[in-house]
């Protein structure tokens, strides 16, 4: 499986954005997909998880009710809308691909980054 990462940027403190992730490659659309972050010197963490049909998801405690997987396997993206931005939420955001509930990633997609001012 494929995957690309986009919508990265600099938004201040209290605001929004929607990151998007293409993917594809054979039976792409039957595997979970997730979001991940890394700052540097950090390990990578995990940000939150798809199941296939988009009928499951859950989320590190950190971003819970602040932000939202979502999938549209017609058009094989995935995408994690962020509202309600903090600083520590900096980092470079990766998507990936693999088994439900996603403890083992299969594939990744470049890195996408977002800065959040303060």
């Known amino acids: 499986v494929q995957l690309q990462a986009s919508g990265g940027g600099l938004v201040q403190a209290g605001g929004s954005l929607r990151l998007s992730c293409i993917h594809s490659?054979?039976?792409?659309?039957?595997?979970?997909k997730g979001w991940f972050r890394q700052v540097p010197g950090k390990e990578r963490e995990f940000v939150a998880a798809?199941?296939?049909?988009?009928?499951?998801?859950y989320y590190a405690d950190s971003v819970q009710g602040r932000f939202t997987i979502s999938r549209d396997n017609a058009n094989n993206t995935i995408y994690l809308q962020m509202n309600s931005l903090k600083p520590e939420d900096t980092a470079v955001y990766y998507c990936?691909?693999?088994?439900?509930?996603?403890?083992?990633?299969?594939?990744w997609g470049q890195g996408t980054l977002v800065t959040v001012s303060s």
């Open positions: 990936a691909s693999g088994q439900w509930p996603l403890q083992r990633v299969r594939d």
């Open positions: 490659g054979r039976h792409s659309r039957t595997y979970a």
């Open positions: 798809i199941n296939w049909s988009g009928g499951s998801t």
